[in-house]
């Protein structure tokens, strides 16, 4: 097995484990999950969903998506800031591309890699990311996904 063959095997397991958490969000629009990994360890998650001490309702009587709830990535790299983990020169995987908000926030965190499975409409973001050099990766989940031994 070739390292990119490995190397993908290894980014279809983390997305799937991002699917996984965010299918634990409260969330009814969209359910976001976000995984923080450095040196193959996984040193942060997240989901998207009200903060802490909210109600776990993310949107309004009309089915907007109230302001205040927090982004997958956003719950995941506040996690990381308040561990005594680092994530400089970690990866992040999540299940839908970042916004440009959370993207200023992926590179303050000094994330170098993104791995994504599903492209948010807006690309503001991830034009953002690679503008300051980090690496990119659109990655549909492979539900069956199958390596070559």
């Given amino acids: 097995m070739t390292r990119e063959d490995k190397q993908e095997k290894y980014d279809q397991a983390y997305l799937r484990m991002a ?3 965010g299918k634990l969000s409260y969330c009814k629009r969209k359910q976001v999950g976000a995984i923080v990994v450095k040196d193959r360890m996984i040193i942060s998650d997240g989901y998207n969903g009200t903060p802490s ?3 776990n309702f993310c949107e309004d009587e009309e089915g907007y998506t109230k302001w205040y709830v927090l982004h997958a990535e956003a719950n995941a790299l506040s996690k990381v800031a308040a561990s005594t983990q680092s994530s400089q020169g970690a990866t992040l995987y999540i299940t839908l591309s970042p916004c440009k908000e ?3 926030l ?3 965190a000094g994330i170098k ?3 994504y499975a599903k ?3 807006d690309t503001t973001g991830i034009d953002f990311l690679s503008k300051a050099g980090v690496t ?3 990655m549909p989940i ?3 996904f199958q390596s070559t031994k």
Avoid: D, L, T
Wanted: glycine letters at 4%; one cysteine or more; hydrophobic letters at 35%.
């Fill in 19 to 21: 699917a996984e958490w």
């Fill in 53 to 55: 001490g909210f109600e």
């Fill in 102 to 104: 959370c993207s200023k």
């Fill in 106 to 108: 992926i590179h303050q």
């Fill in 113 to 115: 890699r993104v791995v």
């Fill in 119 to 121: 492209a948010y409409r």
């Fill in 136 to 138: 990119i990766s659109h």
């Fill in 142 to 144: 492979e539900e069956n």
